[in-house]
């Protein structure tokens, strides 16, 4: 019987290292957009709060220097979250850059994948048809041996 030999099995290897490799690169980028939208809610539970002490304040006795240094930690915390929205689009567009490039490492291993199925199939088939030939060809000869119709 033959040994199994797939001619692409060097591709293999290497698309199925680049599918981990992607598949890692992926999993780092969900991690890092879900840590982005976990700092946006905090900044956003910030921006309510102030939010809330600024409408408290306003009915009690008016001070303008302390109604200025909560407007001015507002706008901070605003610039803030704009800039924490920011890197959590940022973050979404890497990760979902990240699953393409996993997905097209995906299908590139999956065909090499089925390609070395066909090919085991193929042998398979090649092998039992040899193993059925030489079985064919025993029997006959133990057929020639023994047979009462000798010349």
């Given at each position: 019987?033959?040994?199994?030999?797939?001619?692409?099995?060097?591709?293999?290897?290497?698309?199925?290292?680049?599918?981990?490799?992607?598949?890692?690169?992926?999993?780092?980028?969900?991690?890092?957009?879900t840590q982005t939208q976990d700092e946006l809610a905090q900044k956003r539970a910030q921006v309510a709060g102030i939010e809330a002490a600024l409408a408290a304040g306003r009915h009690g006795s008016f001070s303008a220097a302390e109604e200025s240094q909560a407007l001015f930690a507002y706008r901070q915390e605003?610039?803030?979250?704009?800039?924490?929205?920011?890197?959590?689009?940022?973050?979404?567009?890497?990760?979902?850059?990240?699953?393409?490039?996993?997905?097209?490492?995906?299908?590139?291993?999956e065909v090499v994948r089925r390609l070395e199925e066909k090919a085991r199939g193929r042998h398979r088939e090649e092998v039992a048809r040899e193993e059925q030939a030489e079985s064919d060809e025993f029997a006959n000869r133990q057929a020639m041996r023994t047979s009462p119709f000798k010349p």
């Open positions: 019987m033959k040994r199994f030999r797939f001619a692409l099995r060097p591709v293999a290897v290497l698309r199925a290292h680049r599918e981990v490799r992607a598949r890692e690169g992926f999993a780092h980028a969900v991690q890092a957009y605003c610039k803030a979250e704009a800039g924490s929205e920011q890197t959590m689009l940022t973050a979404r567009g890497v990760m979902e850059q990240r699953r393409a490039e996993y997905f097209v490492a995906h299908r590139q291993l």
